[in-house]
T-cell receptor
Framework: NAGVTQTPKFQVLKTGQSMTLQCAQD?????MYWYRQDPGMGLRLIYY???????DKGEVPNGYNVSRLNKREFSLRLESAAPSQTSVYFC?????????????FGQGTRLTVV | AQSVTQLGSHVSVSEGALVLLRCNYS??????LFWYVQYPNQGLQLLLK??????LVKGINGFEAEFKKSETSFHLTKPSAHMSDAAEYFC??????????????FGQGTILTVHP
C-alpha cells in the first residue's frame, strides 16, 4: 500500500533556483494538502486542494504555487527559492476534507536552500 | 482563527512511567481533534481522533486522550512508557465548517524522550 508518495526525499537548491515537489496518492482521495514543518512551529498549511480542479491558499502561501494535475497528483512549485524556504515539506490527502476523518501524510521532502 | 497550544516542547520520562502530553485549543465550538506521532525522518501517523462520539478516545499503541470542553483541552496519556514511544507528537484541530473546514491547524509539537 503506497498511500501518499512524495519525490524527491532530499533536495539542495541554490538561492533563486526553481523546483517542483511532486506528490501522488493512490487512495482516490478528493482533498490534498501541502504543509511545511519548521522546528518549534509544528506544521503550517501552504496550499490545499479540496477537489480536482480547485486550489486555495493556506496559512503561508507566499513564494509557492501549486497545481492539481489530476485527482491523484498535487505538485508544489518554488519559482525562486529563498533560504527561508529551507524546511521539511509534507503532502497529505483525505476524503472527505479533514473533519471527522484523518489525513494521510507522505514521508516528506527535506529541502535546503543555500 | 483556530489555534492549538502544546505545553512543553520537550517531555522526558522513564520507561514504565506515565506519559502526559498537554494540548489546549481555542474554539467556541468543539472542533475535531487529533493526535499525530512522527518518528525520526518519517511522516505523520494518526494516533487517535475525537469526533464528538465519546470524550475518552483510545488510540493505537496504548495511547488515549480525554476531551474536556470546560478546559478546552485534549491531553494525551499512556500509563506506561516504552522506549519505542520516543518521537515527536502533534496535536491538531479541524473545524466543522466555515472557511477552516478541511484544514488542520497544528500545535508546535512535543518531543518525547524515554529513558531506560
Amino acid at each position: 500500500n503506497a498511500g501518499v508518495t512524495q519525490t524527491p526525499k532530499f533536495q539542495v537548491l541554490k538561492t533563486g533556483q526553481s523546483m517542483t515537489l511532486q506528490c501522488a496518492q493512490d487512495m482516490n482521495h478528493n482533498s490534498m494538502y501541502w504543509y511545511r514543518q519548521d522546528p518549534g512551529m509544528g506544521l503550517r498549511l501552504i496550499y490545499y486542494s479540496a477537489s480536482e480542479g480547485t486550489t486555495d491558499k493556506g496559512e503561508v502561501p507566499n513564494g509557492y504555487n501549486v497545481s492539481r494535475l489530476n485527482k491523484r497528483e498535487f505538485s508544489l512549485r518554488l519559482e525562486s527559492a529563498a533560504p527561508s524556504q529551507t524546511s521539511v515539506y509534507f503532502c497529505a490527502s483525505s476524503d472527505p476534507p479533514v473533519g471527522n476523518t484523518e489525513a494521510f501524510f507522505g514521508q516528506g521532502t527535506r529541502l535546503t536552500v543555500v | 482563527a483556530q489555534s492549538v497550544t502544546q505545553l512543553g516542547s520537550h517531555v522526558s520520562v522513564s520507561e514504565g512511567a506515565l506519559v502526559l502530553l498537554r494540548c489546549n485549543y481555542s474554539s467556541s465550538v468543539p472542533p475535531y481533534l487529533f493526535w499525530y506521532v512522527q518518528y525520526p525522518n518519517q511522516g505523520l501517523q494518526l494516533l487517535l481522533k475525537y469526533t464528538s462520539a465519546a470524550t475518552l478516545v483510545k488510540g493505537i499503541n496504548g495511547f488515549e486522550a480525554e476531551f474536556k470542553k470546560s478546559e478546552t483541552s485534549f491531553h494525551l496519556t499512556k500509563p506506561s512508557a516504552h522506549m519505542s514511544d520516543a518521537a515527536e507528537y502533534f496535536c491538531a484541530v479541524s473545524d466543522h465548517g466555515g472557511t477552516s473546514y478541511g484544514k488542520l491547524t497544528f500545535g508546535q509539537g512535543t518531543i518525547l524522550t524515554v529513558h531506560p
